[in-house]
């Protein structure tokens, strides 16, 4: 490593021993405390939810590992997940573990190409879909692909069949199978969102999982958050796809350090979910806070005052929590200011996400800087992290006694994070995979010559260890003026405005920067009520004037963070919205820029078509 490359280190607490394994650390906490409650089943009527104890999911883990034995699964064998986040998802994720194989997540909202790919690279050997949409969609495969031999449906009561198969298998070839089962051993192979190419599997040792997992918990300020406390038991509900290595860790990591985990697999439902179940931490990714903050201001803009207050309000929130990053803190007056605040608008916003939550987690894609400082003046922190599948979730993270918003924090506990000279970012330690399944070049291609794991990001970190992202690295953009330009600062911002959905920054090679934009459809009628404005479709509110005047203010708002070189000039509304569903996101809600800018090429055309 060179002498002048900066570091951010945070020290961790433990070491994953080499006989360590995700099964082990179920049955230590299965031993430490048999009859709390780990998991929380919502039942199939109604908003109640089922208390699971360790003891419990212990043995029906075990149950579906014989069943897994019994059909033929072999130790390092790999079974194909493709499922919504649900309580079977933990189930089948531990089972695996318990019969030493390894578990192969697939979005499920994966295409039957994406799936094809993903199921033959990997060699599975079965696969267990959550329906029997998806059973229709994997069906052709199981002739085409060699090494895939069954499929089993979640909710055709298959995995039942397993476990009553399973039932003469004898307990001791479980406990073989976990003993034999080294930390260095392959727990899972999760392939990449793919936002270029083709995925890459990125095969994770139990040893990366865990050393995540230990070191976070047991970190003196990130404790609270997760462990049971005397004060009394976290509580979390996940709703992001647990085929998402983000989401797996906060499962694994809820399961180690004692919290009760609920499963929301219907985004439809979510809110309903969150209120029945009262969770006090969530992770999200940005686009959620940019949805429940657009919508609290579209619900207040019905009428002028409530719009007036509402926004009144959320300046005060902002001004407060930046003051909180000062020396002097916040003012009497504004302190004061905060708490009228809190009796009518911020207690009701916080009873809408169930009245319990008090830290949320964001991942998977930048945090604008006046959203974190909103929740945190409203009483919800959002700490702000950052990691990739490759380094088994996080890498760096603002912890409640280390919180700089705009940040992705310092370096998550036990990981090391540096920046190389052309800004990459760059992460080392336990977390860190190995290597990309069947693919040597590429795992080459992902480390420096002295071991350092190439990020793809581009970054800084100050004097104090915070670690700031300004883009990806393949996104940077050089105008025909040389004038390298980052777009996710800009993409951030102008997509919190209200009307706008997704941004795509373009201006390679051309005289000026200009952007792409989609309309939330969820939100335009909201909108064009609050501003006096007749219903209309999207297409139509492409080429209203009022629209687009509102969008120019946005753009105009958005290039106050930057050069007048790097501003945007000229924007084109798009009248279809990037969706997973049109292959324009990746499940993970990433934009696709490569298809955006292939299938968009003559929509960015009539950008430069007129300079104004």
Same mark, same amino acid.
């Given at each position: 490593?060179?002498?002048?490359?900066?570091?951010?280190?945070?020290?961790?607490?433990?070491?994953?021993?080499?006989?360590?394994?995700?099964?082990?650390?179920?049955?230590?906490? $299965?031993?430490?405390?048999?009859?709390?409650?780990?998991?929380?089943?919502?039942?199939?009527?109604?908003?109640?939810?089922?208390?699971?104890?360790?003891?419990?999911?212990?043995?029906?883990?075990?149950?579906?590992?014989?069943?897994?034995?019994?059909?033929?699964?072999?130790?390092?064998?790999?079974?194909?997940?493709?499922?919504?986040?649900?309580?079977?998802?933990?189930?089948?994720?531990?089972?695996?573990?318990?019969?030493?194989?390894?578990? $192969?997540?697939?979005?499920?909202?994966?295409?039957?190409?994406?799936?094809?790919? %993903?199921?033959?690279?990997? /060699?599975?050997?079965?696969?267990?879909?959550?329906?029997? #949409?998806?059973?229709?969609?994997?069906?052709?495969?199981?002739?085409?692909?060699?090494?895939?031999?069954?499929?089993? !449906?979640?909710?055709?009561?298959?995995?039942? @069949?397993?476990?009553?198969?399973?039932?003469?298998?004898?307990?001791?070839?479980?406990?073989?199978?976990?003993?034999? @089962?080294?930390?260095?051993?392959?727990?899972?192979?999760?392939?990449?969102?793919?936002?270029?190419?083709?995925?890459?599997?990125?095969?994770?040792?139990?040893?990366?999982?865990?050393?995540?997992?230990?070191?976070?918990?047991?970190?003196?300020?990130?404790?609270?958050?997760?462990?049971?406390?005397?004060?009394?038991?976290?509580? +979390?509900?996940?709703?992001?796809?647990?085929?998402?290595?983000?989401?797996?860790?906060?499962?694994?990591?809820?399961?180690? &350090?004692?919290?009760?985990?609920?499963?929301?697999?219907?985004?439809?439902?979510?809110?309903?979910?969150?209120?029945?179940?009262?969770? +006090?931490?969530?992770?999200?990714?940005?686009?959620?806070?940019?949805?429940?903050?657009?919508?609290?201001?579209?619900?207040?803009?019905?009428?002028?005052?409530?719009?007036?207050?509402?926004?009144?309000?959320?300046?005060?929130?902002?001004?407060?929590?930046?003051?909180?990053? @000062?020396?002097? &803190?916040?003012?009497?007056?504004?302190?004061?200011?905060?708490?009228?605040?809190?009796?009518?608008?911020? #207690?009701?916003?916080?009873?809408?996400?169930?009245?319990?939550?008090?830290?949320?987690?964001?991942?998977?894609?930048?945090?604008?800087?006046?959203? &974190?400082?909103?929740?945190? /003046?409203?009483?919800?922190?959002?700490?702000?992290?950052?990691?990739?599948?490759?380094?088994?979730?996080?890498?760096?993270?603002?912890?409640?006694?280390?919180?700089?918003?705009?940040?992705?924090?310092?370096?998550?506990?036990?990981?090391? !994070?540096?920046?190389?000279?052309?800004?990459?970012?760059?992460?080392?330690?336990?977390?860190?995979?190995?290597?990309?399944?069947?693919?040597?070049?590429?795992?080459?291609?992902?480390?420096?010559?002295?071991?350092?794991?190439?990020?793809?990001?581009?970054?800084?970190?100050?004097?104090?260890?915070?670690?700031?992202?300004?883009?990806?690295?393949?996104?940077?953009?050089?105008? =025909?003026?040389?004038?390298?330009?980052?777009?996710?600062?800009?993409?951030?911002?102008?997509?919190?405005?209200?009307?706008?959905?997704?941004?795509?920054?373009?201006?390679?090679?051309?005289?000026? %920067?200009?952007?792409? $934009?989609?309309?939330?459809?969820?939100?335009?009628?909201?909108?064009?009520?609050?501003?006096?404005?007749?219903?209309?479709?999207?297409?139509?509110?492409?080429?209203?004037?009022?629209?687009? =005047?509102?969008?120019?203010?946005?753009?105009?708002?958005?290039?106050?963070?930057?050069?007048?070189?790097?501003?945007?000039?000229? %924007?084109?509304?798009?009248? +279809?919205?990037?969706?997973?569903?049109?292959?324009?996101?990746?499940?993970?809600?990433?934009?696709?820029?490569?298809?955006?800018?292939?299938?968009?090429?003559?929509?960015?055309?009539?950008?430069?078509? #007129?300079?104004?």
């Amino acid at each position: 490593m060179a002498a002048d490359r900066p570091v951010s280190y945070v020290e961790g607490t433990h070491q994953v021993p080499d006989d360590m394994n995700l099964a082990t650390m179920l049955k230590e906490r $299965v031993d430490e405390c048999p009859d709390e409650v780990v998991i929380e089943r919502k039942s199939s009527l109604g908003s109640h939810w089922v208390p699971i104890t360790y003891r419990h999911f212990d043995e029906h883990v075990a149950a579906l590992a014989k069943g897994f034995i019994h059909l033929g699964v072999k130790p390092g064998d790999r079974v194909a997940l493709m499922s919504r986040t649900r309580y079977e998802w933990a189930l089948i994720d531990f089972a695996l573990a318990y019969a030493g194989a390894q578990s $192969v997540p697939i979005y499920e909202t994966s295409s039957r190409s994406q799936a094809e790919w %993903i199921l033959s690279d990997s /060699g599975a050997r079965f696969v267990i879909v959550e329906n029997t #949409a998806l059973r229709d969609l994997i069906s052709p495969l199981c002739e085409k692909i060699d090494t895939l031999e069954d499929m089993f !449906v979640i909710e055709s009561g298959d995995l039942d @069949t397993l476990i009553t198969k399973g039932a003469g298998v004898a307990d001791d070839e479980i406990a073989t199978r976990i003993e034999n @089962t080294t930390a260095d051993d392959p727990a899972t192979i999760i392939y990449t969102s793919g936002t270029t190419g083709r995925p890459k599997g990125c095969v994770l040792a139990h040893r990366q999982l865990l050393h995540v997992v230990l070191n976070g918990p047991n970190h003196p300020t990130l404790k609270p958050i997760i462990m049971k406390t005397q004060g009394g038991q976290q509580r +979390t509900l996940l709703f992001m796809p647990m085929a998402h290595v983000f989401a797996r860790f906060i499962n694994i990591v809820a399961i180690y &350090g004692g919290a009760t985990i609920g499963h929301s697999p219907d985004t439809k439902n979510l809110l309903a979910d969150i209120d029945s179940f009262k969770p +006090t931490f969530v992770l999200a990714v940005p686009r959620v806070f940019e949805k429940i903050y657009n919508a609290a201001d579209a619900k207040a803009g019905v009428s002028p005052v409530k719009r007036r207050l509402f926004r009144y309000y959320a300046k005060v929130a902002i001004t407060y929590s930046r003051a909180l990053q @000062t020396e002097e &803190g916040p003012s009497a007056w504004l302190t004061a200011q905060r708490k009228i605040g809190d009796r009518l608008v911020y #207690a009701k916003l916080r009873s809408v996400l169930g009245g319990k939550l008090k830290y949320v987690v964001s991942g998977g894609g930048p945090l604008g800087e006046r959203l &974190g400082h909103y929740f945190r /003046g409203i009483g919800i922190n959002i700490l702000e992290g950052y990691g990739l599948t490759e380094t088994s979730a996080p890498t760096c993270v603002n912890r409640p006694d280390a919180i700089k918003i705009g940040t992705i924090g310092q370096a998550y506990p036990g990981c090391m !994070v540096s920046v190389a000279e052309d800004g990459e970012i760059l992460a080392k330690g336990d977390h860190v995979f190995k290597y990309y399944l069947n693919n040597e070049e590429a795992t080459k291609e992902a480390f420096t010559p002295d071991g350092w794991f190439r990020t793809g990001d581009l970054g800084s970190i100050d004097d104090d260890g915070f670690v700031t992202v300004t883009g990806r690295k393949k996104e940077l953009i050089v105008t =025909a003026g040389g004038k390298n330009v980052a777009p996710a600062v800009l993409e951030d911002r102008l997509r919190g405005h209200p009307l706008v959905s997704q941004v795509v920054v373009v201006g390679d090679n051309r005289p000026f %920067i200009g952007a792409l $934009v989609t309309i939330d459809a969820d939100m335009l009628p909201a909108w064009l009520k609050s501003h006096n404005l007749p219903a209309m479709s999207v297409e139509e509110a492409a080429e209203n004037p009022q629209v687009l =005047a509102a969008l120019d203010r946005a753009v105009t708002r958005a290039n106050e963070v930057v050069s007048r070189a790097e501003s945007i000039r000229k %924007i084109r509304v798009l009248t +279809t919205d990037f969706t997973v569903d049109n292959n324009y996101l990746t499940p993970s809600m990433k934009v696709k820029r490569h298809e955006v800018l292939k299938d968009f090429a003559s929509d960015i055309d009539q950008i430069y078509a #007129a300079k104004r």
